[in-house]
């Protein structure tokens, strides 16, 4: 599933190219993407103007002149591809959004778990993102707050990091990344972590989220930005789906794979030590 990096430089993109731009249509073929319906969607945004587009989390919103916001779930195989009406059919497109200029806006998903979805207006907008936690990179997001997020559960630090409601976009990769960086074991139970760990896996979490954003994102399975280009953070990686190779801090040990909830898990037993 695209992350924080990922979404955000998709957003970045798209609020670059789109912002201004009118919709002229709608076309689809899969129908449970579109919520309430279609037909909602369809009378809600034909005809508005684009005036931003902001990220919160993993979802991409679409602010409109009629004062609308349509909200857009990557889930795990979702793409926002900007392209030209007269360019051939990209994969997977299951809706469009025709714009002004002769430009397509295509959802492509391959699985089909992402959507669209018409909000009424921020009132109901919010009631939707209040149920993640705060944001990395905002003034919410502090080392205190971290820590006193860290230090009330008892899960296995990796799997709070994936938290959605703990923490906003962090998924498996850059808790993976994270963790390795700040050399603590994803199986440690968050609550036992020291002072100085919460502290060093803080910075490191924003580290590895900074890298993944320089780098767009990274393109290890299905994930693409809004020109359809891969990103480039997949050649930067530590340990996620490095198993089996050596630990690039060269301590003679091995990167080793297992499941953590369910999740592929990579780390050094070596520098992280259990």
Same mark, same amino acid.
């Given at each position: 599933?695209?992350?924080?990096?990922?979404?955000?430089?998709?957003?970045?993109?798209?609020?670059?190219?789109?912002v201004?731009?009118?919709?002229?249509?709608?076309?689809?073929?899969?129908?449970?993407?579109?919520?309430?319906?279609?037909?909602?969607?369809?009378?809600?945004?034909?005809?508005?103007?684009?005036?931003?587009?902001?990220? &919160?989390?993993?979802?991409?919103?679409?602010?409109? %002149?009629?004062? *609308?916001? #349509?909200?857009?779930? $990557? =889930?795990?195989? @979702?793409?926002?591809?900007?392209?030209?009406?007269?360019e051939?059919?990209?994969?997977?497109?299951?809706i469009?959004?025709?714009?002004?200029?002769?430009?397509?806006?295509?959802?492509?998903?391959? &699985?089909?778990?992402?959507?669209?979805?018409?909000? %009424?207006?921020? *009132?109901? #907008?919010?009631?939707? $993102? =209040?149920?993640f @936690?705060p944001?990395?990179?905002?003034?919410?997001?502090?080392?205190?707050?971290?820590k006193?997020?860290?230090?009330?559960?008892?899960?296995?630090?990796?799997?709070?990091?994936?938290?959605?409601?703990?923490?906003?976009?962090v998924?498996?990769?850059?808790?993976?990344?994270?963790?390795?960086?700040?050399?603590?074991?994803?199986?440690?139970?968050?609550?036992?972590?020291?002072?100085?760990?919460?502290?060093?896996?803080?910075?490191?979490?924003?580290?590895?989220?900074?890298?993944?954003?320089?780098?767009?994102?990274?393109?290890?399975?299905?994930?693409?930005?809004?020109?359809?280009?891969?990103?480039?953070?997949?050649?930067?990686?530590?340990?996620?789906?490095?198993?089996?190779?050596?630990?690039?801090?060269?301590?003679?040990?091995?990167?080793?794979?297992?499941?953590?909830?369910?999740?592929?898990?990579?780390?050094?037993?070596?520098?992280?030590?259990?």
């Amino acid at each position: 599933m695209p992350e924080l990096p990922e979404v955000e430089t998709i957003k970045n993109d798209l609020a670059k190219s789109l912002v201004g731009m009118r919709i002229t249509g709608l076309w689809w073929d899969s129908p449970k993407q579109l919520k309430p319906s279609p037909q909602m969607v369809e009378d809600n945004i034909i005809g508005t103007t684009i005036e931003k587009i902001e990220r &919160r989390a993993k979802i991409i919103q679409f602010f409109l %002149s009629n004062q *609308k916001i #349509l909200i857009v779930h $990557l =889930k795990l195989t @979702g793409r926002l591809l900007i392209r030209d009406r007269k360019e051939p059919a990209d994969k997977w497109a299951h809706i469009i959004l025709r714009l002004s200029d002769n430009l397509d806006l295509r959802f492509c998903d391959m &699985r089909k778990f992402g959507y669209l979805r018409i909000m %009424s207006d921020e *009132k109901e #907008l919010d009631e939707v $993102l =209040k149920e993640f @936690g705060p944001e990395p990179f905002t003034p919410e997001f502090t080392v205190e707050k971290f820590k006193k997020i860290l230090s009330v559960f008892s899960l296995p630090i990796k799997i709070l990091l994936m938290d959605q409601k703990k923490i906003a976009g962090v998924g498996n990769i850059y808790a993976n990344e994270a963790l390795f960086l700040a050399g603590i074991n994803p199986r440690i139970q968050a609550n036992t972590l020291s002072n100085g760990q919460m502290v060093q896996l803080f910075h490191c979490l924003l580290k590895v989220l900074t890298e993944g954003i320089k780098f767009r994102g990274a393109s290890d399975q299905s994930y693409l930005d809004a020109f359809g280009r891969e990103g480039e953070y997949q050649k930067h990686f530590r340990v996620y789906q490095q198993d089996n190779k050596s630990c690039p801090n060269k301590c003679g040990g091995k990167i080793v794979r297992m499941k953590l909830g369910g999740r592929g898990t990579f780390y050094c037993p070596k520098c992280q030590k259990l």
